[in-house]
């Protein structure tokens, strides 16, 4: 049971890592498989568990001050200010993807880019899906507690 505001944000930033390394991984395995080289140390070359390792360690710290600093505050501003859930939707779509197109530029440098034919849109596409995820979870997590303060004023 999430009593108030603070523990559901609490509970939306872990649900937000976890869409967010997931969203890494997919986009490892879809655009990462292309680099056949040993100069790139991906999923298929350094082994599943020390890559999820390394992907936490790296972007871990990145992704707890992202949401703290910038998501939260605009979640907060979005669910007070923008009242229609697909406005909030598309705004998260929106702003994963261009999430999307930073991690992109992290995890591959443009000789790899250039070299193997990867492409960017994957990663918007990965990262709107997740921000699409976030969205429905964060709109189930508050309608949840709207009924569960509604079964406490009765």
């Known amino acids: 049971m999430l009593v108030n505001a603070v523990q559901r944000y609490m509970v939306l930033g ?58 939260s505050p605009i979640s907060w501003l979005l669910r007070k200010y923008v009242c229609f859930p697909m406005m909030r939707t598309f705004i998260y779509m929106i702003g994963f993807g261009w999430g999307g197109l930073w991690v992109f530029d992290l995890m591959y440098s443009p000789y790899f880019v250039n070299g193997y034919h990867l492409n960017r849109m994957t990663s918007i596409w990965i990262f709107a899906i997740a921000g699409l995820v976030y969205a429905i979870v964060e709109n189930k997590i508050w309608r949840r507690g709207q009924m569960q303060n509604e079964q406490r004023a009765t």
Not at 29 to 37: L, M, S
Not at 52 to 70: K, Q, R, T
């Open 14 to 71: 872990l649900i937000f890592i976890g869409i967010s390394l997931t969203a890494y991984l997919v986009l490892e395995r879809v655009e990462g498989y292309h680099i056949t080289t040993t100069e790139y140390y991906g999923l298929r070359n350094a082994g599943g568990v020390i890559y999820i390792l390394s992907l936490i360690l790296g972007f871990g710290h990145y992704l707890l001050v992202f949401y703290v600093v910038i998501l």
